[in-house]
């Protein structure tokens, strides 16, 4: 069989599947199957394929067609400027994300040595994009979830920033380490539970439920970096939809200043921002 038709049937495969990308989602398949670019794939499509190489790409095809998010089949995903390993001990990073180290970094750019605390660290997504931006930077990341530190600990590895990023077990809710930090950041769990069921299956049933479920999260996360921000420094979380307002008020209500609300690149009100008095 031909490369061009084994891409053919597998995004009619995943269409009948109800993914949403089939196209796209056999492209990058079938580019990690046989280690090719999605360009590459049509510059060859009449090579016929190596009976290994269609047992691969259908294996990965297969997974994808049971609504495994591709990033967990892939193994690997963009964030910024990184490509970071992804499975499901933690969520995958997604572009709203982006925006939030965005706004971090605009808080960081006068300062030559700034101290971080990230709260929820996942994958490091955050944590490891700080640092590759901002040369002078250091995180202090925590989790209190094992798998998900030992695939940040993975990461850190891979882009060569050990040395910048320091990972802790421990768990908001038991007190936030150190003081003085010139910013906090987290991307908490912030769907509802009455939401859950709503979402894509590939978020449902597939990425870790206590990354995604949580109320009045962000409000704890405020009320606890009052104690460990230094005077001047910036808490920013990102927010669900039609979140922004309610976290914003109680950032105001904690005695924050300057609060402020970012949308990310689908014009949603996604970042809440204040600074500590």
């Known amino acids: 069989m031909t490369l061009g038709t084994t891409l053919k049937r597998a995004a009619e495969y995943l269409g009948e599947r109800g993914v949403e990308t089939p196209r796209l989602d056999a492209e990058l398949l079938l580019g990690k199957a046989l280690g090719l670019s999605r360009v590459q794939l049509y510059t060859r499509f009449d090579q016929p394929l190596t009976p290994p190489e269609l047992a691969a790409a259908r294996e990965l095809v297969r997974r994808r067609g049971r609504r495994e998010p591709v990033a967990y089949v892939l193994g690997e995903w963009g964030f910024r400027r990184l490509t970071l390993a992804v499975d499901s001990r933690a969520l995958i990073p997604r572009p709203e994300t982006e925006v939030l180290v965005e706004r971090c970094l605009v808080h960081l750019r006068e300062l030559a040595r700034p101290r971080v605390l990230e709260v929820g660290v996942g994958s490091g997504a955050i944590a490891l994009a700080l640092v590759d931006e901002h040369a002078g930077a250091r995180v202090t990341a925590i989790d209190n979830s094992p798998e998900a530190l030992a695939l940040a600990r993975e990461n850190r590895a891979a882009t060569g920033l050990e040395d910048r990023v320091e990972l802790l077990e421990q768990d908001f809710a ?30 449902r049933d597939w990425e870790p439920r206590g990354a995604l479920v949580g109320e009045g999260i962000h409000e704890g996360i405020a009320a606890a970096a009052t104690a460990v921000l230094r005077a001047g420094g910036w808490l920013v979380l990102e927010v669900g939809d039609g979140q922004a307002a309610r976290v914003a008020a109680s950032l105001r209500g904690l005695d924050y200043e300057d609060v402020t609300i970012a949308r990310d690149l689908a014009d949603r009100e996604r970042v809440v921002e204040g600074r500590r008095r």
């Open 174 to 203: 038991h007190g936030l380490p150190g003081s003085d930090w010139d910013l906090l950041v987290s991307n908490p769990p912030y769907v509802r539970p009455d939401e859950l069921g709503s979402l894509e299956v590939e978020i």
